[in-house]
C-alpha cells in the first residue's frame, strides 16, 4: 500500500511560479511511475505530467510544456512539480498518482492551485 500527500498549493497571481510536493510513503515501489493531473471546477481530470522511477524520462501536457517541469527525489521518496509562468487557465486541483505503468493505482488527497488575473 502506498499513500500519497501533495503540499504547496496556494493562491498565485498569473506569471508567478508555485512548487508542487508529493511525499510517497509505504511500499513505493521502485518501478512505480508518478504523475501530475488537474481537475477544474466543471471539467474532466487531466494529464499534466509524469516521471518514471528509473531513469527519470518525463512526459508533459501541451498545455504546460515549457512552463512546468516535474523531477523527483527517490532518497526522499518525492516528486516535484515546479510550475512556472503561471495562467488562469492553471487553476485547478493538482493531484499526484502512482502505479506501476501504465497503471496508476494510489492517488493523493490533492492540492488547490487558484491563480488570479
Known amino acids: 500500500q502506498v499513500q500519497l500527500v501533495e503540499s504547496g498549493g496556494g493562491l498565485v497571481q498569473a506569471g508567478g511560479s508555485l512548487r508542487l510536493s508529493c511525499a510517497a510513503s509505504?511500499?513505493?515501489?521502485?518501478?512505480?511511475?508518478t504523475g501530475w493531473f488537474r481537475q477544474a471546477p466543471g471539467k474532466e481530470r487531466e494529464f499534466v505530467a509524469s516521471?518514471?522511477?528509473?531513469?527519470?524520462?518525463?512526459a508533459y501536457a501541451d498545455s504546460v510544456r515549457g512552463r512546468f517541469t516535474i523531477s523527483r527525489d527517490n532518497a526522499k521518496k518525492t516528486v516535484y512539480l515546479q510550475m512556472n509562468s503561471l495562467k488562469p487557465e492553471d487553476t485547478a486541483v493538482y493531484y499526484c498518482?502512482?502505479?506501476?505503468?501504465?497503471?496508476?493505482?494510489?492517488w493523493g488527497q490533492g492540492t488547490q492551485v487558484t491563480v488570479s488575473s
Open positions: 498518482a502512482t502505479g506501476i505503468p501504465p497503471n496508476y493505482n494510489y
Open positions: 516521471i518514471s522511477s528509473i531513469g527519470g524520462a518525463t
Open positions: 509505504g511500499r513505493a515501489a521502485s518501478s512505480y511511475k
